[in-house]
């Protein structure tokens, strides 16, 4: 709920926005748990491959602390579990299953005596993500008005950024086991919060209790949704297989799910998951003049800045017009850092007298990314899909983009060593310009559209 009070900006002065963040708060600390998750391997192999901190017997080779950032990609599986869940047994049950799982992850890791409990460790808090993840962007969607949809949405990003910059710090000045025990304690902290939020209205529409839905929309304070949203007539629950049927033979849904696969796929094909993993390491790697752990911590500063900064103009300027700037700057950032990588492989003496530009384009990168290429084709996730398929349809997303980013993961370090880091960061840059020019081209602008219009509108 902190981050809701920080980062929120209030569009009227009743009760309805009191309500809904009171609500909706604590699924930021799951998105915060997230980041965490997310950062914690890039200081974490450090210390495995120091001798002096690694609580293993032996210290990591390249290979082993590969896969420790790899696994991060497991979430996957569990993503296809958490959407037909989702509609069975509603979204809470299923984010608590996913924090379940965080905490098993980190209780291993925390305990671990050799590499195999650190990876199985980090399998189960991946599978947690994979659920945290999606259900987090579904139930935001269901359970807010329409005027703050977006900024609820877009303040997932915020906290996933604040988790990420606490993981970078943790693991940039404890020992291996505070890292693993912190997280531990934020997943046990979201766990208790998911007690003292309601299902969705929706999900109790779906199993036809209109009285429940009907308390839990006058709870948040949107009583004059009561009778729009209850005249909303939604089908019984599909099963698995006719749910993943509907995604394709909807116009509306096959419309939305090109537009969140292509834009998710490309978020991944553009680098960021191999910047976010292996920060530290590319730092170490340029020679920065400053201390590659306190390079790292910029990066998280500045990924929380960008996104404290998107909740602001999300229902102002809209989505599309943030994406076609955020995927251009992106794209000339990346152009930025490849020539530093060529000017550094042919030698030039001009690298000695620019070893900051790295840093520079790399925090500008992150800033763009967090200000919306990162966050909104995740708003559309929980926007564009009909309610009946809203769970599969953003964890069909979700999953198709992480297989993309676990492919962008292993072929780094083999592009790298085969075409140069130039040429892999400049394969980035055009992932980013073909984003902007797919925005441009085929996504609409959602900004101020009820999730029913909004259906109406990619049916056309």
């Known amino acids: 709920m902190l981050m809701v009070d920080i980062f929120y900006i209030r569009l009227d002065s009743d009760h309805r926005t009191q309500g809904e963040t009171r609500h909706n708060g604590?699924?930021?600390?799951?998105?915060?748990?997230?980041?965490?998750?997310?950062?914690?391997?890039?200081?974490?192999?450090?210390?495995?491959?120091?001798?002096?901190?690694?609580p293993l017997p032996e210290v990591l080779d390249d290979s082993e602390a590969f896969l420790i950032g790899t696994l991060s990609f497991v979430g996957v599986v569990s993503c296809g579990v958490a959407g037909y869940l989702s509609n069975l047994k509603g979204r809470v049950p299923c984010l608590l299953l996913g924090t379940m799982l965080c905490s098993i992850g980190f209780l291993l890791k925390a305990l671990a005596g050799n590499l195999a409990m650190i990876y199985v460790g980090r399998c189960f808090a991946s599978l947690g993500v994979g659920i945290i993840f999606v259900l987090n962007l579904v139930y935001l969607a269901e359970i807010s008005s329409t005027n703050i949809r977006g900024i609820f949405l877009v303040g997932t990003g915020v906290s996933n950024s604040f988790g990420m910059l606490i993981g970078y710090i943790v693991g940039g000045f404890t020992s291996y086991a505070v890292?693993?025990?912190?997280?531990?304690?934020?997943?046990?902290?979201?766990?208790?919060?998911?007690?003292?939020?309601?299902?969705?209205?929706?999900?109790?529409?779906l199993k036809h209790e209109e009285d429940i839905a009907r308390d839990v929309l006058i709870s948040l304070g949107r009583e004059d949704d009561v009778k729009e949203i209850l005249s909303t007539k939604l089908p019984e629950p599909v099963g698995m297989l006719e749910g993943w049927t509907e995604i394709f033979s909807v116009k509306s849904n096959r419309k939305a799910v090109t537009i969140t696969v292509t834009l998710m796929t490309l978020q991944q094909m553009s680098g960021v998951m191999v910047v976010l993993l292996f920060a530290t390491s590319i730092f170490e790697l340029v020679n920065s003049s400053l201390e590659s752990h306190i390079s790292t911590i910029i990066i998280g500063v500045t990924q929380l800045c960008a996104s404290c900064i998107t909740p602001i103009f999300i229902e102002r300027s809209g989505r599309r017009i943030l994406l076609l700037l955020t995927t251009a700057v992106c794209s000339l950032c990346l152009i930025l850092l490849g020539l530093y990588f060529y000017l550094a492989h042919i030698d030039h003496p001009s690298t000695e007298s620019i070893q900051w530009l790295p840093l520079v384009t790399l925090i500008i990168y992150l800033m763009s990314y967090n200000f919306g290429f990162g966050i909104i084709p995740g708003t559309f996730n929980g926007e564009m899909f009909d309610t009946k398929v809203r769970g599969p349809g953003a964890l069909f997303s979700t999953s198709v983009s992480w297989m993309v980013g676990l492919a962008v993961s292993f072929t780094y370090n083999i592009m790298v060593e085969n075409w140069g880091s130039y040429t892999t960061f400049w394969i980035y840059a055009a992932m980013s310009a073909i984003a902007c020019l797919f925005t441009a081209v085929y996504v609409p602008e959602t900004k101020g559209k009820s999730l029913e219009e909004i259906k109406e509108m990619l049916s056309k």
């Open 26 to 54: 604590p699924l930021y600390l799951g998105q915060a748990l997230c980041g965490y998750i997310a950062g914690w391997p890039s200081n974490v192999i450090i210390k495995l491959q120091d001798p002096e901190q690694t």
């Open 179 to 205: 890292t693993a025990w912190f997280g531990f304690g934020l997943a046990v902290g979201f766990c208790a919060t998911l007690f003292i939020i309601p299902e969705t209205p929706y999900f109790y529409l």
